[in-house]
């Protein structure tokens, strides 16, 4: 298993704050937990998310850091709390840092945290029971030997591994056999850590205990190879983002000016945003030297194409910097400034409630006479282009349906400029089922996991 906290909250009776009879762990508790955890953790938080268990009770998901799965806190089947927190794909720093919140969340509202190994509530590093530091780094230790040795074994197969990276619905293009959310790594990395864990540290943005250089670092890191479209901002989000990213590298230079900083990159954001920063005038200087130097790829992973989950199995690649959203509907749209792909993803069964084949299904949607074709495994597609004039612009739009086995995308590809209608036809057949596409590569987040399908 991955490693991190799985505890049962319940009400002291002994706190003097407010009394714990009659009280219960519902929505409105909860969203008292919330703006409590945002106002504490103000800096870390990077969004909130409300969702509902099997049950319909309700679930409030937190993510703390870009590069950590999100904290979990609902409602146990005997009516108790339960907070479910992973924390090695960002490191042990991070789990020091939600051990010290949920203390000090327990202080505050009256809480006392229960472990108990036979029914799964626990920190399977053993730091909250104990605060041994030595043994949480030495469990994150065991944990990146582990897991560097198993994929060892699966990597004779020639499989892509996503190596203790949350995994966000994203497969990125590149050429090395492991994918980090601090970079790509080779075979050789793997061999090395397989042999000395300790090795393994430099996979993980918050190895450290504290918010020091190496926590700003770390974050600025995570955030430009996962998540930075390498252009000018599209969208207030994106600017927010790429000033995060400037506020953390001033803060981890100015706290130590000796860590290795991407200087070329750092300078390619500064020029994004305007040129503004709180140490521009030195990243001017060395930027330039290190963005001529071809023997180190730059830091992004969005620089290419990356594969985009749909849901209900389903992919397509799409430009790494295009801006993705979810429209009303459950409508994917992923867009530049001049082009969009558009995908709606839905379940296809006859009256009987049977599933209908791929060609079933296309028999029932009606396309234009001659269409583009591809056959892709037991994934079948159909399409045709038509020109559409709008009183500012005209443009031209491919409309797709791509069906397996049950289930079906309409897609549209809209596009101005006439020599990218091979682009358009290339991403429409890039839609792909998982029972086709998925097994090619296999996502390894924890030690006895082979694959996430």
């Known amino acids: 298993?991955?490693?991190?906290?799985?505890?049962?909250?319940?009400?002291?009776?002994?706190?003097?704050?407010?009394?714990?009879?009659?009280?219960?762990?519902?929505?409105?508790?909860?969203?008292?937990?919330?703006?409590?955890?945002?106002?504490?953790?103000?800096?870390?938080?990077?969004?909130?998310?409300?969702?509902?268990?099997?049950?319909?009770?309700?679930?409030?998901?937190?993510?703390?850091?870009?590069?950590?799965?999100?904290?979990?806190?609902?409602?146990?089947?005997?009516?108790?709390?339960?907070?479910?927190?992973?924390?090695?794909?960002?490191?042990?720093?991070?789990?020091?840092?939600?051990?010290?919140?949920?203390?000090?969340?327990?202080?505050?509202?009256?809480?006392?945290?229960?472990?108990?190994?036979?029914?799964?509530?626990?920190?399977?590093?053993?730091?909250?029971?104990?605060?041994?530091?030595?043994?949480?780094?030495?469990?994150?230790?065991?944990?990146?030997?582990?897991?560097?040795?198993?994929?060892?074994?699966?990597?004779?197969?020639?499989?892509?591994?996503?190596?203790?990276?949350?995994?966000?619905?994203?497969?990125?293009?590149?050429?090395?056999p492991i994918l980090t959310q601090l970079g790509p790594r080779d075979a050789d990395w793997l061999e090395e850590v397989a042999a000395d864990p300790a090795l393994g540290q430099d996979i993980f943005p918050w190895w450290e205990d504290g918010h020091g250089a190496e926590y700003h670092l770390g974050r600025a890191l995570c955030y430009m190879w996962n998540a930075?479209?390498?252009?000018?901002?599209?969208?207030?989000?994106?600017?927010?983002?790429?000033?995060?990213?400037?506020?953390?590298?001033?803060?981890?230079?100015?706290?130590?000016?000796?860590?290795?900083?991407?200087?070329?990159?750092?300078?390619?954001?500064?020029?994004?945003?305007?040129?503004?920063?709180?140490?521009?005038?030195?990243?001017?200087?060395?930027?330039p030297a290190e963005q001529a130097d071809e023997s180190r790829p730059p830091i992004g992973y969005r620089r290419h194409d990356v594969r985009k989950n749909l849901g209900g199995g389903w992919s397509i690649a799409i430009p790494g910097d295009f801006v993705e959203e979810l429209e009303e509907g459950q409508t994917f749209l992923a867009f530049d400034e001049t082009r969009n792909v558009r995908v709606t993803c839905m379940s296809a069964s006859d009256t009987s409630g049977n599933s209908l084949d791929a060609e079933q299904i296309l028999r029932k949607i009606k396309v234009y006479d001659n269409p583009l074709t591809y056959e892709q495994g037991k994934v079948l597609g159909r399409a045709f282009f038509e020109e559409v004039a709008e009183p500012e612009t005209n443009f031209w739009m491919l409309r797709g349906v791509t069906a397996a086995s049950g289930t079906f995308t309409q897609v549209t590809v809209c596009f101005e400029a006439d020599e990218q209608r091979q682009w358009a036809i290339d991403t429409w057949r890039s839609l792909d089922h998982r029972s086709s596409h998925w097994p090619k590569e296999i996502t390894v987040t924890e030690a006895d996991d082979e694959s996430d399908d």
């Open 1 to 176: 298993m991955s490693l991190g906290l799985y505890l049962k909250g319940l009400f002291d009776p002994d706190f003097a704050g407010r009394p714990a009879a009659g009280r219960v762990f519902d929505r409105a508790t909860l969203e008292e937990f919330e703006i409590w955890l945002s106002n504490v953790a103000f800096d870390e938080l990077e969004w909130t998310q409300w969702t509902e268990d099997d049950e319909g009770n309700p679930c409030l998901m937190m993510q703390l850091h870009p590069g950590a799965e999100p904290l979990m806190l609902s409602n146990c089947d005997d009516g108790a709390l339960m907070l479910a927190a992973a924390t090695s794909s960002a490191g042990p720093g991070y789990h020091i840092f939600v051990c010290d919140l949920i203390r000090k969340m327990a202080q505050v509202h009256g809480l006392l945290w229960i472990t108990d190994d036979e029914v799964e509530f626990y920190d399977e590093t053993g730091y909250f029971e104990t605060g041994d530091k030595k043994r949480l780094y030495d469990e994150f230790g065991t944990w990146i030997g582990a897991l560097t040795t198993r994929v060892q074994e699966l990597s004779k197969e020639g499989a892509k591994f996503h190596l203790a990276m949350p995994f966000d619905g994203h497969q990125f293009d590149v050429s090395e």
């Open 228 to 287: 930075v479209r390498w252009r000018d901002p599209l969208t207030e989000h994106e600017a927010e983002l790429l000033e995060a990213v400037l506020r953390h590298l001033d803060s981890a230079y100015n706290l130590d000016p000796d860590l290795n900083y991407p200087w070329g990159e750092w300078l390619e954001i500064l020029d994004f945003m305007g040129g503004i920063c709180e140490n521009a005038e030195l990243v001017r200087t060395l930027g």
